[in-house]
């Protein structure tokens, strides 16, 4: 079993930046592809960043990319986001995921990740 906390979300003007936190259990962090997802009010959960195993490799959403950075750091179990030029339209519930079985880290569909953590609520006023 995999626990997944996150924190870092707050309240935040416009152009504005945040950074998130995703703390994981488990003894093999380093061997889970780790997610970043949001839900805003009324939407569905959407893909917002993914990160290999080492974390010399990222992918990211559009809507994202160029003001997003995901990272992580094996050694504190703990994967980032850092979120940079947010927008009104960034707003919503951020969740950390993670699969465990090692079979890929280029992940965008919420059924590809095994673990979930609880959210944590950014919003972005204009």
């Known amino acids: 079993q995999v626990q997944l906390v996150e924190s870092g979300g707050g309240l935040v003007q416009a152009g504005g930046s945040l950074r998130l936190f995703c703390a994981a259990s488990?003894?093999?962090?380093?061997?889970?592809?780790m997610g970043w997802f949001r839900q805003a009010p009324g939407k569905e959960r959407e893909f917002v960043a993914a990160i290999s195993w080492s974390g010399g490799s990222t992918y990211y959403a559009d809507s994202v990319k160029g003001r997003f950075t995901i990272s992580r750091d094996n050694a504190k179990n703990t994967v980032y986001l850092q979120m940079n030029s947010l927008k009104p339209e960034d707003t919503a519930v951020y969740y950390c995921a993670a699969e465990v079985d090692g079979s890929s880290w280029y992940l965008s569909k919420m059924y590809e990740y095994d673990y979930w953590g609880q959210g944590t609520q950014v919003t972005v006023s204009s």
């Open positions: 488990g003894r093999t962090f380093s061997s889970y592809a």
